[in-house]
């Protein structure tokens, strides 16, 4: 038996995107499994398993309520290419020029160490709010279900950002360093929103039954 | 309603259930049938069949002690209900009768 716990990534990303109802005896099983002597690699193929068989099973089980939350996808994705097209279409967004003519010293403009950081983070902001609202959405309209359909809403944004996400790495050298990371933010910056917007929803993993019989 | 049958692996898991008694909750089980099997058997599946068992009514499930090696969590003792047994019961009535009559089976040769 050993002292050291289970590798902390795989425990964090099987409590938090665990969709068993037995979630936690899952956790404390491949806990005491480890500590009897498996290696971290079965560990993390263990919980990399369970996140999937027991998304799976969810899906399964709600087919409804998946393609809902994947109409809530496309509708958020629609909405942060539209927003971004809109804040990048030029040198700097339109928030950024507003900032600077009618809130900031204009002479700011011309500094590099103010301009930059005031542009990113109008840009970002709007679209990771934008993301937030849809991880939040996500996990309100499926009660009880929220992980794993947080879970579907990330796979499937995922599936579809990884396409121009190539096209964007692709092209990196051809455009000025500060629009490529501009750019490639985006696809980063919706997956944690739709995480975060959905963790803010989500409370922590209840252990579903008191001790004692609960089904007869 | 409609009737609830056992799959495969359900099956597999409901009769290790039964071997167990007392003490089946997730790692015995695995262990269980990764020995009798000879197959590596994920946790996370086990679980997924239980769960599904459960949902059909065929088992249930209670919550035992924790241990400090299981990072505080309790264990979750499972146990095969009346109707689950009933069910195990007519699966072997039917596979006997599928095994019956095969000369393809005879001899323990594939």
Redesign the interface.
């Known amino acids: 038996m050993r002292s050291e716990g289970p590798p902390r990534t795989a425990r964090w990303l099987l409590q938090h995107f665990g969709s068993s109802p037995s979630n936690e005896s899952v956790i404390g099983d491949l806990e005491e499994s480890y500590a009897s002597g498996h290696s971290a690699l079965w560990y993390w193929k263990q919980v990399l398993v369970t996140i999937v068989v027991a998304w799976f099973a969810e899906i399964a089980s709600n087919k409804v309520k998946t393609l809902s939350i994947l109409a809530i996808s496309c509708i958020h994705l629609i909405a942060v290419g539209t927003v971004f097209r809109y804040l990048a279409s030029g040198a700097a967004n339109p928030l950024t020029s507003f900032t600077f003519t009618n809130l900031l010293p204009y002479s700011w403009w011309g500094h590099n160490i103010i301009f930059w950081p005031v542009d990113w983070l109008l840009t970002w902001s709007p679209l990771f709010l934008i993301s937030l609202t849809a991880g939040w959405t996500v996990a309100a309209s499926s009660r009880g279900r929220a992980r794993a359909m947080i879970l579907t809403a990330v796979m499937f944004s995922c599936s579809v950002l990884a396409v121009p996400t190539c096209r964007m790495l692709l092209n990196f050298p051809n455009v000025p360093p500060y629009f490529g990371v501009r750019e490639l933010f985006v696809p980063f910056q919706t997956i944690v929103g739709i995480v975060l917007g959905g963790g803010l929803r989500t409370r922590p993993a209840a252990i579903s039954l008191k001790k004692g019989r609960t089904y007869a | 309603m409609a009737r609830e049958y056992l799959g495969s692996f359900e099956l597999m898991v409901i009769l290790t259930l039964i071997r167990l008694g007392d003490n089946a909750?997730?790692?015995p089980i695995?262990k269980e049938i990764e020995e009798l099997s000879g197959r590596d058997i994920?946790?996370?599946?086990v679980?997924?069949a239980?769960?599904?068992l459960?949902q059909k009514?065929f088992v249930?499930?209670?919550?035992?002690e924790?241990?400090p090696?299981?990072?505080g969590?309790?264990?979750?003792y499972f146990r095969v209900?009346a109707t689950g047994l009933a069910e195990v019961r007519e699966a072997q009535r039917t596979l006997t009768k599928l095994w019956q009559g095969l000369p393809q089976l005879r001899g323990g040769k594939a």
């Open positions: 909750y997730g790692v695995t994920a946790i996370g599946s679980y997924a239980l769960d599904r459960e009514g249930y499930a209670e919550l035992g924790s241990t090696e299981r990072g969590r309790a264990k979750k209900t």
